[in-house]
């Protein structure tokens, strides 16, 4: 699974979002023109030190991204507010690509075209939208629980209900 962002403007959001990658073992594409320099400097301060741990690429345009997209089978997943499916209610892939628009301005018509499906995160009528970090971690968590592609953590005595921890509370 891959989490991409077109031409983002915001450094520190691509850095959270880089961040997500790395935590939850999802790799980051980033579509330039980005609103800053792309490079580990510019998402230091949101990814921290978790950006060595997540695998990233950077796309000089739209087309060269979906030129390695079509050539790897992936399919494109929109996030968008143009949405026609609400994201709760799609069939996620092991090898979707998620992609968020720019926080400006989303994505222009030509994307919304080559998308394979255009998902909408239902918000409260009068709001317009979540920042796209949250929107991508809500996005991301969702397409792995669906497929099965959370990373495995050691079990937790303190919550496993047979456990001695657990019955001593």
């Known amino acids: 699974m891959i989490l991409a962002l077109y031409c983002p403007d915001i450094a520190q ?10 935590c939850l073992g999802v790799g980051v594409d980033i579509i330039e023109p980005a609103g800053f320099p792309v490079g580990d ?37 929109l996030f968008t507010t143009g949405g026609d499916m609400c994201y709760l209610d799609h069939a996620f892939a092991p090898d979707d690509v998620l992609l968020f628009g720019r926080e400006s301005a989303g994505v222009p018509e030509a994307v919304h075209g080559v998308a394979d499906a255009r ?47 657990s019955q001593a509370r």
């Open 13 to 22: 959001n691509a850095g959270a979002c880089m961040r997500t990658g790395a």
């Open 41 to 77: 400097a510019a998402f230091r301060r949101a990814g921290m030190d978790y950006i060595q741990q997540v695998a990233w690429r950077r796309h000089e345009t739209f087309a060269a991204f979906d030129r390695i997209r079509r050539q790897e089978g992936r399919r494109l997943v």
């Open 119 to 165: 998902l909408v995160i239902p918000l409260r009528p009068g709001l317009r939208s979540l920042n796209v970090a949250v929107s991508a971690g809500m996005a991301v968590a969702e397409a792995l629980r669906q497929t099965g592609g959370f990373p495995t953590t050691p079990p937790r005595p303190d919550r496993d209900p047979g456990s001695a921890a």
